[in-house]
Structures are given as C-alpha cells and as structure tokens.
C-alpha cells in the first residue's frame, strides 16, 4: 500500500487538507485524516503541500499528428509515436489521451500525409492495440469525421462497430460559416500553408464551398451506431442555436469550440457539455477570431477544457485563469478532469480521487514564482513520472 501526504486533495467537492490518500494495487483504497492512521510499515509519497490532483482527461488532441508526422510529408511509426507521445504527455499531467484523428477530404491547399486514409487507419489500429499492449498512459481515440469524407464512411462504420473509436465528432470547415465566418481570416490561414494570390484562395474557398457532402440523414445513422455502442457524440463549431438544435436531435450531447458566448450559453441551455482549447486561454484568444475560452468560462458556460494542439496548456491554463481572472481554482480542475470523464463516460473509472476509482493522480507543485509543475504522475497505482525542481 502506499500513502500519499502532506498533500492538498482535489476531491470533486473540495479541496481537502490534512487527509491522506491510500493506494493499494491500482485502486485509490481509502482517504483517511491524517490523525487516524499508523502509517508504520507503508510506503510514503510527499507531495510536499502540492496539489494531489485527479490525472487529466483530454479528450480532444491531435498533438499526436505531429509526433507522427513531425514533417508534413513525413510519417514516423505509429507504435513509436504512441508510446514517445505519451513520455512527453505524462509530464503535462495527461493519464488519459482521445487522439483526435481527422478523417478529411481532399484538401487543396495543404497537405497532411497522416490524415491520409491510410495512414489514418495505421494509427487507429495502433490506438485500439495499445490496449492489449504495456503502455504508460491512457490511449483513446476520437473520430473526427469531415462532413466532405463521404468515401470514409464505410471506414469510419467499420471501426465503430469493432469497438475502435471511443468518441465521435462531425465537423464542417466549409468557409463562411463555423470556425471560418470570416472568410479574411480563413485566407490567412491558407496562406499559412503557402503563398497565394487573393484570386486563388477565392478559387479554393469555392471549391470547399462546392464540395459534395454527407446529408442528414447519414450523419444522424452514424450518430445513432456511435451511441449504441456507448460512444459519446460531439458536434463541431456550432454558431447558431438552429445547429444545436439539430445536432442534439440526432444525440449529440457535446458542443465542441461554440464560435460565440451566446451559443455556448444556449448549449449550456439545452444540457449540453461545452468544451474550450486550452491555448486559446494562454493566447488570450481564439487564432481564428472566435470565442474567448477566458471569456467562455468565467461566464460558467464551458464544461470541459481540452488540449486541442498544446499539450502543456491544460495545466497552465487553469492555473492562469485563477492566477489572472481570481477564479475559483477547484471548479477549473473539475474542467481537465470529471467533467471530461463523465462527457465520454468514463467517470465510473476516472476523473476524480474516490475510493475504488482507478488511481491516476498527480502532485502538482507550484515555484516560488507560481509556475505549476507537475512533480509525480501515476496511472493504475504506478508512478510512471517523477521530478524535483527543489
């Protein structure tokens, strides 16, 4: 058994001090105050006042496309990918990952050989094989499924029905609506990838227009596979109250980046679970000129808060919001770890220190400047990561 002191416990409900969390095996056993147990004969983790926090839940990453693909022409194993992902990832204080993997269409001003389709399955099957296989952390996946992959379908059909997909989202990145209102914004993210005339960004932004794509009727089937083998469902983007609507008909329970504050309060409205990108909180904002997830959760309507391309940003964009904004330190936890959980129900498993639940936990420490670090990471009871600034 092992006893973890000298620690503030973030608990779902509170922050709980002078207790100690007991871990046997790979299970949190028992939180007992420290007055009331002999620790004689058990071995002892000092979290040296940090916090001994729930491990994070991130269920929307695609850090993972460029450790497999570090060049965009590029493609490195996917088995060596996973497990050098998840070294970097357990020193954010990530124990469990959802890989998002895009399922796109053809795209005509950049190009990404891992979202090519095969590639795409090579790392989805590593994903579901990372499950029989020794690993240091939690891998998932979600699907995120481009409304324009109409040749993917079968694909993504076959990979839910074999049990390799654990959420599933649909997005629509056609320009002049969604993430990309502001068609000036979108050019310049085009042009990000390379150099192009005004006439010729207007000649692709036509063409994603023009693109043939998956009807209702399609989107609400896959909806409805996904649910019925426990696989929760996210839409993408939403900017209107309509799409929410519509998307909830089919069972979405997750709106994932709402482009406005008035859309995520109606979100929040209908039940829905919200989630923002953490970088967008150490940006200050949303690079393509939407939401301020800042602005989103000091107004309480973001559930969850999720990694999105910046692995280090879950942990230190809590710790800015409570730090810039004064908000309450213990709600934002419950946003990279029960909430995230419960969204894409695991919760009966993961998400928070209670008796019985898996024992990921880490020790947060802060520096005498404040800077958090996450000082020790355990997943299944183990301590997989441990390191000292002091």
């Known amino acids: 058994m092992l006893a973890i002191i000298n620690g503030v416990i973030v608990t779902e409900q509170q922050f709980l001090k002078n207790h100690i969390v007991l871990v046997e095996d790979n299970l949190i056993n028992a939180i007992v105050h420290e007055a009331d147990i002999d620790l004689h004969g058990i071995e002892i983790l000092d979290a040296k006042g940090g916090y001994v926090s729930p491990g994070f839940v991130d269920i929307h990453s695609d850090y993972i496309e460029t450790i497999v693909s570090p060049r965009p022409t590029s493609v490195m194993s996917m088995n060596i990918g996973l497990r050098e992902s998840e070294r970097i990832l357990m020193t954010h204080g990530i124990t469990t990952i959802f890989h998002s993997l895009s399922y796109y269409g053809d795209d005509k001003y950049s190009h990404k050989a891992i979202r090519n389709p095969e590639n795409v399955q090579k790392c989805v099957d590593a994903i579901y094989a990372s499950h ?19 040749d993917q379908i079968p694909n993504l ?13 649909f997005m629509d990145h056609t320009p002049g609506q969604g993430q ?63 799409k929410l609507q519509l998307v909830q008909s089919y069972g979405t329970t997750i709106s994932e980046f709402p482009i406005t504050l008035d859309v995520a309060k109606e979100a929040k ?9 953490a970088p967008n909180i150490l940006n200050g904002g949303s690079h393509s000129g939407n939401l301020s997830a800042s602005e989103a959760i000091q ?14 940003a ?13 908000e309450d330190l213990h709600r934002l936890f419950q946003l990279v770890t029960i909430n995230p959980a419960r969204a894409v129900n695991l919760d009966h498993e993961i998400g928070s220190i209670e008796v019985g639940k898996k024992a ?21 009871g183990n301590i997989i990561m441990q390191t000292n600034y002091r």
């Open 132 to 150: 029989e296989e020794p690993h240091l952390i939690r891998h998932r996946l979600h699907a995120r499924f481009e409304i324009d992959s109409i």
């Open 157 to 169: 059909e076959r990979n839910i029905k074999d049990g390799k997909v654990h959420l599933l989202s």
């Open 180 to 242: 990309y209102r502001n068609l000036e914004i979108y050019k310049n993210i085009m042009r990000g990838y390379r150099s192009m005339s005004d006439q010729e960004a207007n000649v692709l932004i036509q063409n994603q227009v023009d693109k043939a794509k998956m009807t209702f009727d399609d989107i609400e089937r896959l909806s409805r596979l996904a649910i019925e083998h426990n696989i929760a469902v996210a839409s993408h983007d939403d900017d209107d109250v309509a």
């Open 269 to 277: 409205k209908m039940g829905m679970q919200t989630i923002a990108g």
């Open 299 to 312: 107004a309480q309507v973001i559930d969850i808060i999720c990694s999105d391309y910046y692995p280090p």
């Open 314 to 326: 879950m942990l230190h964009g809590i710790f800015e919001l409570s730090k810039q904004y004064e």
């Open 360 to 380: 990921d936990i880490l020790i947060i420490e802060q520096m005498e400047d404040g800077y958090p670090v996450v000082t020790t990471t355990m997943v299944d």
